[in-house]
């Protein structure tokens, strides 16, 4: 069964950094892409990241670009998301998601609230 | 970036009726849609990808239409379980977009 597991968020103050995992289980984890997606509370959803199956191919959402950071580490099975330079609008439910044909799998979301 | 316009944000229908979602892609996406169904509290789940490719467990009164630049959710004899927000979502370019949603309400 595959599984993607978030943990990381809580409360920060506006500026500060917080770094999220994933850790992955069931499927290969090498083997796909991977992304984050955040949903503010109450509202939509919105793409963050995307990293290739080996981290030769990033992208971002221009509104953390510069700001946020994506990475895995293969052997642990575990996808990273490095925050930097936080805002308020940052707060959300952040996700990861394995991409097949489309976000196949998700996790539960891992909340961060920015807020002094 | 691809800005995905979907409508009706809100919509509100009968069990065993049939309704429609659309969105409206700003630029040709080449039939790289998905669609996803919320419910509270819950994560997205995949319905529809490629378009009009149902997704494995998914029942088949769920259906996916193109038109051009408009895509379409269909979901037929609406059943209680299908309460829920619905998300389009393109993946023909980065950033991957996604609709606004659109809140389907049971009566």
């Known amino acids: 069964e595959v599984q993607l597991v978030e943990s990381g968020g809580g409360l920060v103050q506006p500026g500060r950094s917080l770094k999220l995992s994933c850790v992955a289980s069931g499927f290969t984890f090498s083997n796909y892409g991977m992304n984050w997606i955040r949903q503010a509370p109450g509202k939509g959803l919105e793409w963050v990241a995307y990293i290739s199956s080996g981290s030769s191919y990033i992208y971002y959402a221009e509104t953390v670009k510069g700001r946020f950071t994506i990475s895995r580490d293969n052997a642990k099975n575990t996808l990273y998301l490095q925050m930097t330079s936080l805002r308020s609008e940052d707060t959300a439910l952040y996700y990861c998601?394995?991409?097949?044909?489309?976000?196949?799998?998700w996790g539960q979301g891992t909340l961060v609230t920015v807020s002094s | 970036d691809i800005q995905m316009t979907q409508s009706p944000a809100s919509l509100s229908a009968s069990l065993g009726e049939t309704v429609t979602i659309e969105c409206l892609a700003s630029e040709d996406i080449y039939s790289n849609l998905a669609w996803y169904q919320q419910k509270p509290g819950k994560s997205p789940q995949l319905l529809i990808y490629?378009?009009?490719s149902l997704q494995d467990g998914v029942p088949s009164r769920f259906s996916g239409s193109e038109s051009g630049t408009q895509y379409s959710l269909e979901i037929n004899s609406l059943q209680s379980e299908d309460a829920a927000t619905y998300f389009c979502?393109?993946?023909?370019?980065?950033?991957?977009?996604f609709g606004a949603g659109t809140k389907l309400e049971l009566k």
């Open positions: 490629d378009a009009s």
């Open positions: 998601a394995r991409w097949d044909y489309g976000f196949a799998y």
């Open positions: 979502q393109q993946h023909h370019d980065y950033p991957y977009t």
